[in-house]
């Protein structure tokens, strides 16, 4: 699935522009050096979304920055703010599924199932999106969020997590199941509705506010790695809970920061800072 999203997405990507380096480099899987040309480009087009977009791909192959940190900049760029701006650009929003499943597979073999469940819908449902082909990749998108959430919620019970987590997990199961059922009858896909798109915010103010009422004596940086995907709460969280995610945030921020000025040449791209600043939600 994700090999036939990368190729559509290159070959718009040289469709339009066939004279980028990056293209090519990509193509040879020479990521080190792609991302080298893509930073260059970045520097002066670093409000390019799909550039920023291939950003990550290239990160995530090289393996230089935490995951974490990357899925706070794929929040942003698949948020629906910036989907808006993409319009109807059918090769960009392939891409920007292409980026969230990618994510969601590698957060997943390091067992952060709940950030990977939040990629793996998104991945599904721009892949429902009218404007994107591929009915293969949409049925892959669509088992991948399945087996997460399933081993989320085994995990969620192993660990006796709070009832109305666990619930929710289940409803989501219920609708995308039910989803695949109407797409075998249909030969189309319906994701299930939802009052608002979950975001990576959303799901770590839940699970700070869970974790201030729970008596589990876990350390911080354990509660940090697994809590990133609990439905959005109703009524949002105490002033503490807001003051430990915005220290959170910060935290985050520097680290990638700090990770990424420590590259070499980090200091001949501004477009580096401007990246790594962006990761901050």
Do not use: F
């Not at 067992?111 to 990749?137: F, I």
């Amino acid at each position: 699935m994700t090999n036939i999203l990368r190729e559509q997405c290159l070959s718009a990507e040289r469709a339009q522009d066939g004279s980028r380096d990056w293209i090519s480099r990509i193509e040879a899987d020479n990521w080190s050096a792609a991302l080298s040309e893509i930073e260059t480009e970045l520097s002066v087009r670093a409000g390019d979304i799909p550039l920023r977009l291939w950003w990550v791909v290239c990160q995530l192959e090289v393996g230089g920055l935490p995951l974490t940190a990357l899925s706070a900049t794929v929040d942003d760029l698949t948020s629906d703010a910036a989907l808006d701006e993409l319009g109807d650009a059918a090769h960009a929003r392939s891409l920007a599924a292409y980026v969230c499943h990618e994510l969601a597979r590698r957060l997943e073999d390091r067992s952060q199932l709940r950030l990977a469940t939040v990629m793996s819908e998104r991945a599904w449902k721009l892949l429902s999106s009218d404007a994107t082909p591929g009915a293969e990749s949409l049925a892959v998108a669509r088992e991948t969020y399945l087996r997460q959430l399933r081993a989320e919620l085994e995990r969620g019970e192993g660990r006796l997590e709070k009832p109305r987590y666990l619930e929710s997990l289940r409803e989501q199961i219920d609708q995308v199941e039910a989803s695949g059922r109407r797409s075998s009858r249909e030969g189309e896909i319906a994701p299930p509705a939802a009052s608002r798109p979950r975001t990576a915010k959303d799901i770590l103010q839940q699970a700070v506010a869970e974790s201030a009422a729970s008596s589990a004596a876990e350390s911080d940086a354990l509660e940090l790695e697994e809590a990133v995907v609990a439905p959005s709460p109703a009524d949002g969280t105490g002033r503490e809970s807001r003051r430990l995610l915005g220290a959170l945030s910060v935290v985050g921020g520097l680290v990638l920061l700090a990770l990424w000025l420590m590259r070499p040449g980090a200091g001949s791209h501004s477009a580096h800072r401007e990246l790594a600043m962006g990761a901050v939600v």
